[in-house]
């Protein structure tokens, strides 16, 4: 049995993209030609820190100007890591390497015009220095070398003394990640993979179950709004753990440098790769992550950091300086936009997986023909966040043919981006046949197949005419059933079917349609 329909024609068109007010890369400097190593960013005084082969310098966000406390051409005043104190403006902590490959950490308290030696190790470069939250004066460091053990030290004092821990099983050590609400919980990345404390650094054990044991890793980064996942990385690439190092498991073949999260919408993160260099983005905490290089005309990408207020995001190219973009995030990412003809009127659905300061959605119309869009109506947006969120419209009274649609997104400052356009073609309510009829079957006499149409009308129905429960059934003379041809909800049409009466005795038949209230009775002949 075939059924079809000869009225009511569907396209439904699928897309995937992004509605998108991105601003391009923009060089901010410092040009000096030295090497850049590290990027650290001060929320408390909105000040961005540039750390390279000759000191540090530092931006500040809201005048635009850098202070250069570089030394150049002197040998041994590298600068691998800093951090801030967010009790004290112009206290700087840096993690340095002298002329003889041994690190030290120097601190300022005057945003580095003075400065004095508080550590020096028997290891490498200072690779890393956290400040640890809701502690008031702790932070803790790691250091790496390729010819002694580094180490691991920490500061109760505010970074004016360090003390050598023990107990750790790193030999080199790489990146820091702290626990945002939990001042005793810190890991370790490096060739012991990742390691753990829960007692402020008192003891240390392996969190790496499900990191390759040949592999030592590069970065770590923990989510301040779930803190039980973190993100790490080897030559594999990008791993993920959601049981606070328990378990980890391969997301993506990214072999990443540094990472970043942005504070505001903590589920996106985004990374810097080794070579090829590349930007590359996560919206989903982390669970997958695409190339986001946004036109960036650096080489060399070394790091990479959010302002606090997550207006700009930067990254450093070693030899060309720093980059600024603003507005980093896709305002919508658009996952889907869809349109579907049915029982006279269009429905379109839409699906959004982060939105950022979005108004809303303008539903535009285009008929085939005609030169301008019109608008159909508004739907509000969810403001900014970054959990899946989903639209629909209906278009009540579209033309007949072609109708094409489009979302008109606007953010909260009047900015607006189009979507792309779908098509749908259509049959217009006032074509669809008015009356409910069974029509004769043809041929008739028949041998052993026929045809049988019939029509589902709009009459006595509301606007739009909705679907009818309909059947269409064969019984024989004596009022038995011999068939079952339709049974099921139709929608306004002129439909088909089709009766093969094979291994059916000759005899007079008789089809019945019942549609609604609608009832027809035909009488059939097959003659073998």
Not at 8 to 31: H, R
Not at 96 to 112: P, V
Not at 127 to 132: A, E, G, Q, T
Not at 418 to 440: G, I, W
Request: negative net charge; proline residues 4%.
């Amino acid at each position: 049995m075939k059924t079809k329909i000869f009225v009511t024609s569907i396209l439904v068109v699928l897309l995937s993209g992004v509605i998108s007010g991105q601003t391009p890369w923009a060089a901010i400097g410092p040009n000096q030609g030295e090497t850049i190593v590290a990027l650290h960013f001060d929320a408390n005084t909105n000040t961005l820190f540039s750390c390279s082969t000759e000191g540090f310098s530092y931006y500040d966000e809201g005048n635009g100007n850098w202070t250069s406390r570089e030394e150049v051409g002197w040998i041994g005043r590298q600068v691998w890591s800093l951090a801030t104190h967010p009790e004290y403006p112009g206290r700087i902590i840096t993690g340095r390497e002298n002329a003889f490959f041994k690190g030290y950490i120097e601190i300022s308290e005057d945003w580095g015009v003075s400065s004095e030696v508080v550590y020096s190790s028997q290891g490498g470069s200072v690779k890393d220095i956290k400040y640890v939250p809701g502690t008031y004066n702790t932070f803790f460091a790691c250091t790496i070398s390729d010819i002694v053990d580094g180490e691991l030290l920490k500061s109760v004092d505010g970074g004016f003394n360090w003390i050598l821990l023990n107990n750790y099983s790193h030999h080199l050590m790489t990146q820091l990640a702290v626990h945002p609400a939990d001042s005793n919980i810190v890991y370790v990345s490096g060739d012991a993979l990742v390691t753990k404390t829960t007692d402020g650094g008192d003891t240390w054990q392996s969190a790496s179950n499900g990191l390759p044991s040949t592999l030592g890793v590069y970065s770590i980064v923990i989510n301040p709004s779930d803190p039980d996942v973190l993100l790490c990385s080897n030559d594999n690439g990008v791993y993920r753990t959601s049981d606070s190092g328990d378990n980890w498991a391969l997301i993506d073949s990214y072999v990443c440098r540094n990472f970043t999260v942005n504070y505001d919408t903590p589920d996106i993160f985004y990374a810097v790769t080794f070579s090829p260099y590349n930007l590359i983005r996560s919206t989903d905490m982390g669970l997958s992550w695409h190339e986001f290089n946004a036109s960036y005309p650096g080489d060399t990408m070394v790091d990479i950091v959010y302002s606090q207020n997550s207006i700009s995001l930067y990254t450093a190219s070693s030899q060309q300086g720093v980059y600024s973009l603003s507005s980093p995030y896709v305002p919508v990412e658009l996952t889907s936009f869809s349109a579907k003809f049915s029982e006279g009127v269009v429905l379109m659905e839409w699906e959004t997986a982060t939105e950022v300061n979005n108004l809303g959605f303008q539903i535009q119309r285009l008929v085939k023909n005609e030169e301008t869009w019109e608008m159909l109506g508004f739907i509000d947006g969810a403001g900014t966040t970054t959990e899946k969120n989903e639209y629909e419209f209906t278009d009540k009274k579209p033309a007949d043919g072609i109708n094409k649609y489009r979302l008109k997104q606007t953010d909260m400052d009047g900015s607006y981006e189009y979507s792309d356009v779908v098509a749908v073609e259509t049959q217009n309510f006032a074509s669809l046949p008015t009356d409910f009829k069974l029509y004769q079957n043809y041929p008739n006499p028949f041998n052993p197949v026929t045809k049988i149409k019939f029509s589902v009308g709009q009459a006595f129905q509301p606007v739009p005419a909705q679907s009818v429960h309909t059947t269409l059934r064969i019984y024989n003379s004596l009022g038995a059933e011999v068939a079952t041809l339709v049974n099921e909800l139709k929608s306004p049409g002129t439909y088909e079917v089709e009766w093969n009466a094979t291994g059916i005795a000759s005899g007079i038949y008789f089809c019945e349609m019942k549609s609604g209230n609608f009832r027809s009775v035909n009488k059939l002949i097959l003659m073998k």
